[in-house]
């Protein structure tokens, strides 16, 4: 659940030629990334630390360490820092880890520069999700019940909801009482709870504050307000999702400082929405002034995506002379990531994919795509696996899933979206369900960077199954494609099943383009057993195409050039 992108400003610092050739190829890849240099290293190493986000260093560890030591303050704030041998072999996550990102930085440099990334953290070393990495606040004793977690110790699971957490390992288990006792204990609350040396707090965001106030109302007032009544009803700060008002206080200073300190959003509505809403406390004076009985209890049960229906005041209306809060609880949402794995090889699997893999708690898929993330999945995950044929089921099984709050990752290879999970899942998933599009390397991109640059002009996708389509609508879909000249890429082109389809469908196209327009089959792009064949409109035998094959057929202007297809843009840079 880290983030993927680089920090915001990298500090690099070499010290030989070496160093700053590998420095330069980082800077090349990072624009925000800059050669920090002073009359010695030792000197530059310190500004880079005092004035960047995160710092690579082309050095020995030992002298790092050296040089940072007396620079330490808290690992919250420190910048993450990476170090990289001089023949940029190892990359060394030395401060940072996985919460300052220091983790994720080397893994980023190692791939930059061909390099094996070295992480010590204990997590993810061994691939479990550290309680700070979860993306929500977290205290109490996290070091020992992460070390817990770690020696395989019983660590009892309590949440106040069925909120959507990543994979944990099978010593985490859920409890639904939290009753005392001596063992270990991860809480999920927005309750304020008395903690020990054996209770960590994970704190969800389940909380909206809705504030109304007078124009000018100071943003200590709003502040004291707020942390007043939650204080009352033994709520934490640290669970608030956003505070919420009135678009004509989308510009109070004092309401917007408030949000900026505690780290949240402010996330206002229309006078028409905050109307809408049943509150227990209208009144007709603020619907004389603002045009809505209500701008604190609406905005509270609005929250951030405007689902009253989720939420419950825990709060009501609580004002001073110039400020008027209320809080509402908003219940969890299951998360159902659909994520594209590409063609199959892991190189072509992108890093958002692996992060999403790796939050789920629940990965629904064809059996044959599961094999190939099953090394990437967190200890502890769920994995639902069915065969050819159970699309359908698929898609319902993940959005139940997520249906009932957990974590769920839909995989299709290529793009999920082109012919694949995305579409039968979307069909299933309502409004209880948070969803998230991960896109992936398609098989048309995969094949046409095999074949050359056949994609090069417009270019039409067309599925030849007839399970799910009937043939009168695709072959109207051929023909038109044909009538418009576009390069032309089928999916599921042939079966055993289904052995006419192609040489039908290229019987209309050859009606419209030259018979020396070239073809070409790509089978199992990327993974093993990859083949590339060339041939035209006039010469291709369908009998050597299958399901892992995908079939390009080129426009009229397609050229094969050097033994690549080639399909021009049209530009010209002559006169």
Same mark, same amino acid.
């Given at each position: 659940?880290?983030?993927?992108?680089?920090?915001?400003?990298?500090g690099?610092?070499?010290?030989?030629?070496?160093?700053? #050739?590998?420095?330069?190829?980082?800077?090349?890849?990072?624009?925000?990334?800059?050669l920090?240099?002073?009359?010695?290293?030792?000197?530059?190493?310190?500004?880079?630390?005092?004035?960047?986000?995160?710092?690579?260093?082309?050095?020995a560890?030992?002298?790092?360490?050296?040089?940072?030591?007396?620079?330490? $303050?808290?690992?919250?704030?420190?910048?993450?820092?990476?170090?990289?041998?001089?023949?940029?072999?190892?990359?060394?996550?030395?401060?940072?880890?996985?919460?300052?990102?220091?983790?994720?930085?080397?893994?980023?440099?190692?791939?930059?520069?061909?390099?094996?990334?070295?992480?010590t953290?204990?997590?993810?070393?061994?691939?479990?999700?550290?309680?700070?990495?979860?993306?929500?606040?977290?205290?109490?004793?996290?070091?020992?019940?992460?070390?817990?977690?770690?020696? #395989?110790?019983?660590?009892?699971?309590?949440?106040?909801?069925?909120?959507?957490?990543?994979?944990?390992?099978?010593?985490?288990?859920?409890?639904?009482?939290?009753?005392p006792?001596?063992?270990?204990?991860?809480?999920?609350?927005?309750?304020?709870?008395?903690? $020990?040396?054996?209770?960590?707090?994970?704190?969800?965001?389940?909380?909206?504050?809705?504030?109304?106030?007078?124009?000018?109302?100071?943003?200590?007032?709003?502040?004291?307000?707020?942390?007043?009544?939650?204080?009352?009803?033994?709520?934490?700060p640290?669970?608030?999702?956003?505070?919420?008002?009135?678009?004509?206080?989308?510009d109070?200073?004092?309401?917007?400082?408030?949000?900026?300190t505690?780290?949240?959003?402010?996330?206002?509505?229309?006078?028409? #929405?905050?109307?809408?809403?049943?509150?227990?406390?209208?009144?007709?004076?603020?619907?004389?002034?603002?045009?809505?009985?209500?701008?604190?209890?609406?905005?509270?049960?609005?929250?951030?995506?405007?689902?009253?229906?989720?939420?419950?005041?825990?709060?009501?209306?609580?004002?001073?002379?110039?400020?008027?809060?209320?809080?509402?609880?908003?219940?969890?949402?299951?998360?159902?990531?659909?994520?594209?794995?590409?063609?199959?090889?892991?190189?072509?699997?992108?890093?958002?994919?692996?992060?999403?893999?790796r939050?789920?708690?629940?990965?629904?898929?064809?059996?044959?795509?599961?094999?190939?993330v099953? $090394?990437?999945?967190?200890?502890?995950?769920?994995?639902?696996?069915?065969?050819?044929?159970?699309?359908?089921?698929?898609?319902?099984?993940a959005?139940?899933?997520?249906?009932?709050?957990?974590?769920v990752?839909?995989?299709?290879?290529?793009?999920a979206?082109?012919?694949?999970?995305?579409?039968?899942?979307?069909?299933?998933?309502?409004?209880?369900?948070?969803?998230?599009?991960?896109?992936?390397?398609?098989?048309?991109?995969?094949?046409g960077?095999?074949?050359?640059?056949?994609?090069?002009?417009?270019?039409?996708?067309?599925?030849?199954?007839?399970?799910?389509?009937?043939w009168?609508?695709?072959?109207?879909?051929?023909?038109?494609?044909?009538?418009?000249?576009?390069?032309t890429?089928?999916?599921?082109?042939?079966?055993?099943?289904?052995?006419?389809?192609?040489?039908?469908?290229?019987?209309?196209?050859?009606?419209?383009?030259?018979?020396?327009?070239?073809?070409?089959?790509?089978?199992?792009?990327?993974r093993?057993?990859?083949?590339?064949?060339?041939?035209t409109v006039?010469?291709?035998?369908?009998?050597?195409?299958?399901?892992?094959?995908?079939?390009?057929?080129?426009?009229s202007?397609?050229?094969?050039?050097?033994?690549?297809?080639?399909?021009?843009?049209?530009?010209?840079?002559?006169?």
């Amino acid at each position: 659940m880290t983030d993927q992108n680089p920090p915001a400003r990298i500090g690099l610092v070499a010290a030989t030629a070496a160093g700053r #050739r590998h420095a330069d190829t980082l800077a090349d890849a990072w624009p925000h990334a800059r050669l920090v240099e002073r009359d010695t290293v030792a000197e530059a190493l310190r500004a880079a630390w005092a004035g960047c986000d995160a710092v690579v260093a082309f050095l020995a560890t030992g002298a790092v360490v050296r040089i940072v030591a007396p620079l330490l $303050d808290d690992k919250r704030t420190d910048p993450a820092v990476v170090v990289v041998d001089e023949a940029a072999r190892h990359a060394v996550a030395l401060l940072g880890g996985h919460a300052g990102g220091g983790n994720a930085l080397a893994e980023q440099v190692a791939a930059l520069l061909d390099a094996r990334a070295v992480i010590t953290t204990a997590t993810d070393a061994v691939g479990l999700p550290g309680l700070d990495t979860l993306g929500w606040p977290v205290h109490g004793a996290v070091a020992a019940v992460s070390r817990a977690i770690l020696d #395989r110790e019983p660590v009892r699971l309590v949440a106040d909801a069925d909120w959507p957490l990543p994979a944990l390992p099978p010593n985490v288990r859920a409890s639904d009482e939290d009753t005392p006792d001596d063992g270990y204990r991860l809480l999920v609350t927005d309750r304020v709870v008395p903690t $020990d040396g054996r209770t960590a707090v994970l704190r969800p965001p389940s909380l909206v504050a809705g504030v109304g106030a007078s124009r000018g109302v100071p943003a200590a007032e709003v502040a004291e307000l707020l942390h007043r009544v939650l204080a009352e009803a033994g709520l934490d700060p640290a669970s608030l999702r956003c505070l919420a008002s009135a678009d004509i206080k989308a510009d109070e200073a004092g309401i917007r400082s408030t949000a900026d300190t505690l780290g949240v959003p402010l996330v206002t509505w229309p006078a028409t #929405r905050l109307a809408a809403v049943d509150v227990p406390h209208p009144s007709e004076v603020v619907r004389a002034a603002v045009g809505t009985p209500s701008v604190a209890e609406a905005a509270a049960l609005l929250g951030s995506d405007g689902r009253a229906g989720d939420a419950t005041l825990l709060v009501s209306k609580t004002a001073t002379a110039m400020a008027t809060v209320a809080v509402a609880r908003h219940a969890p949402r299951g998360r159902l990531a659909v994520v594209g794995l590409g063609p199959g090889a892991a190189d072509l699997r992108t890093p958002r994919a692996v992060t999403e893999l790796r939050r789920a708690a629940v990965v629904v898929g064809l059996d044959q795509y599961l094999d190939q993330v099953r $090394d990437v999945l967190r200890p502890g995950t769920r994995v639902l696996a069915s065969g050819l044929g159970a699309e359908e089921a698929r898609a319902r099984a993940a959005v139940a899933e997520a249906a009932a709050g957990r974590a769920v990752a839909l995989i299709g290879s290529g793009d999920a979206g082109v012919y694949a999970m995305a579409s039968p899942a979307l069909e299933y998933a309502d409004e209880r369900i948070d969803v998230v599009g991960v896109p992936g390397v398609t098989a048309a991109l995969a094949a046409g960077a095999l074949l050359g640059a056949p994609l090069g002009h417009d270019h039409a996708y067309l599925s030849l199954s007839d399970l799910h389509t009937p043939w009168d609508v695709i072959e109207r879909r051929v023909t038109a494609v044909a009538e418009g000249d576009f390069v032309t890429i089928f999916y599921n082109p042939r079966s055993r099943a289904r052995d006419w389809q192609l040489g039908k469908a290229l019987g209309i196209l050859a009606g419209h383009r030259p018979p020396d327009t070239p073809v070409g089959v790509v089978r199992n792009a990327s993974r093993p057993g990859e083949q590339v064949h060339l041939a035209t409109v006039a010469t291709l035998d369908p009998a050597i195409v299958d399901m892992y094959s995908v079939v390009v057929v080129g426009n009229s202007d397609t050229r094969l050039v050097a033994g690549r297809m080639v399909t021009p843009r049209g530009y010209r840079w002559r006169s």
